[in-house]
């Protein structure tokens, strides 16, 4: 009992805002960490919601969304602080959130009801439902806003979805477990490849896969640079992140980061890489000139999605999430 009055006191007392606020959700803890990122230190734990996995912030970058797919609702915070400032009940399990470039459309995946919902941005109001077997999970749009891709995890899938009528436009198999999806700048999609070691190519015209680039077990989520010179991909078996040109897609570098590295996030002007380690319930902070580990963080357990609020501030994770033997998205 004296500990969870301490969680909810540290949620209910936000923290002064700061240039380089880490918020970090735990989701088997239902809880949110928010962490000092000159520090390395957690100044405050305290509960946000059930099942907390990806956050983002808003197009107008004010509020940082974090959405609790257990509690079928969405809780706008404060990105400099992690202060809670409202929430919005009613959108069924969102899982991975995403706006698309026009902000006109704002989609969730419910990998545990096994569906997609698109609502309009404006208003959060639902205009399309669909279903799409099994466990829709990371979502990457097309720049015109067109068209959303969704992996499917327990199909072994990708599917194309137009959003003006939410129609399916093809569902494609691309490999075991597919998670993290990412637009290249030539106009292709690279997938992770969680149930294997390496990240696909594929064509967003038809998604047929176009090659395979080995990065290690457990190739999971990306992440590009700010510079855009270089793509992250956390692979979270092997316990390793791949640098891949962006252009070629060739690997030019491999860090540790132990613990199962998942969503990542840049902070100091780019100069650190942080990655949530979702078996050791803590954040590793890897500086890149280096590549050493600099810093590691204890946080709540299954430490998920990320974000830091940095100068300027920054997008939070791409996303976009599972065990060596028993994978959960």
Known sequence: MLRLWAL????????????????VLNSDDDTMSVISGTDLKELSRGPIGRAPHHLMLTPDGQDL???????????????????????LPKISDPYQVGFSPD????????????????????DFTLAHRLSLPRMPSHIAFLPDSSR???????????????????????????????????MTPAGTLVVGIMGSNHVAEIDPADGHVIRTIETGRGAHNF????????????NRVANTISVLDPATLAVTRTLTAPGGPDDMAFSAGGTELWATGRWRSQVDVIDLASGSLKGTIPVGRSPHGIYIHDEPPQAAENDAPPAPAHDVP
């Open 148 to 182: 959303v891709f969704i992996t499917l995890q327990a199909t072994d899938s990708v599917a194309a979805i137009d959003l003006a009528t939410g129609a399916v436009a093809w569902t494609q198999p691309v490999g075991p477990q597919p998670a993290g999806i990412w």
């Open 65 to 87: 969304i974090v959405a609790n797919a257990g509690g079928n609702e969405l809780v706008f915070v404060d990105p400099a602080t992690g202060a809670i400032r409202r929430r």
């Open 223 to 234: 992440l590009a640079a700010p510079d855009g010179k270089a793509l992250y991909v956390s």
């Open 103 to 122: 902000a006109k459309w704002f989609v969730t995946t419910s990998d545990r009801l096994d569906r997609v919902d698109i609502y309009n941005a404006a």
């Open 8 to 23: 909810m006191i540290a949620v209910a007392v936000p923290v002064s805002a700061m240039a380089n606020t880490v918020i």
